[in-house]
């Protein structure tokens, strides 16, 4: 792991070659840009291939997929156009895997389980909510998860989403009736902060070129499991 200092942020790369840039985004920041202006971690990376690379002018980054603002973990950038369109069809296709941590208000149960659910996506005040299967504009939403662990109120959960779809993880936890500590949007009463505790800890992909299975991991920072104590 390597931490190149960035327009002032440090930036922890997780992997590094010709077609595919992964890093370890941070929680507050954007993935791409929006009305806010704020600096993103596609900016960041750009920033980080021009210096890396003595590279003028402007430096291709395909953006493949996103991260939510409030939350941190792996994050997939692609170098070339090539490797941007072929990652984008495998995230569109659902091939690609990929694991989260949370820590939920709560102990859940039944500790293991699959939820099912119909999602709409209100764009204008971006927030999604359950909906019937015959809504406009709802779309299938699926996930597992697994305790791992529960204290003091609170569980620390593995999630493996079957589907993409914007917020799923925090609206479908919540439906649960146990948000995930931080997430005042969907329920929490945490205090909030510029996280929610939802980490990204692994995708595993096709690279595009090489034709192998790629696998990135991040460890969720300590501050994220002292919320739930360390046993």
Known sequence: MQRTAVTSVQLTILLEDNHCLAIDKPAGMLTMGDATGDNTAADIARSYLRERYNKPGDVFLGIVHRLDRPVSGVLLFARTSKAASRLADQFRQGTVRKK?????????????????????????????????????????????????????????????????????????????????????????????????????????????????EVMVCSAPPPEFLERVGSR
Not at 110 to 132: C, M, Q, S, Y
Not at 167 to 183: E, F, K, N, S, W
């Open 100 to 212: 989260y941590q949370a820590i939920v208000e709560g102990h859940v149960s039944p500790r293991h389980g699959l939820l099912e659910h119909w999602l709409h996506k209100d764009r204008f005040r971006n927030r999604v909510t359950i909906a019937e299967p015959d809504a406009t504009g709802a779309r299938p939403s699926r996930l597992r998860y697994q305790v791992v662990r529960s204290h003091s109120g609170r569980s620390l959960v593995e999630i493996q989403p079957l589907t993409g779809r914007s917020h799923q993880i925090r609206v479908q936890l919540a439906h649960l009736g146990h948000p995930i500590v931080g997430d005042v949007k969907y329920g929490s009463v945490a205090q909030p902060g510029h996280r929610i505790a939802l980490h990204a800890t692994q995708l595993v992909f096709q690279h595009p070129t090489r034709q192998e």
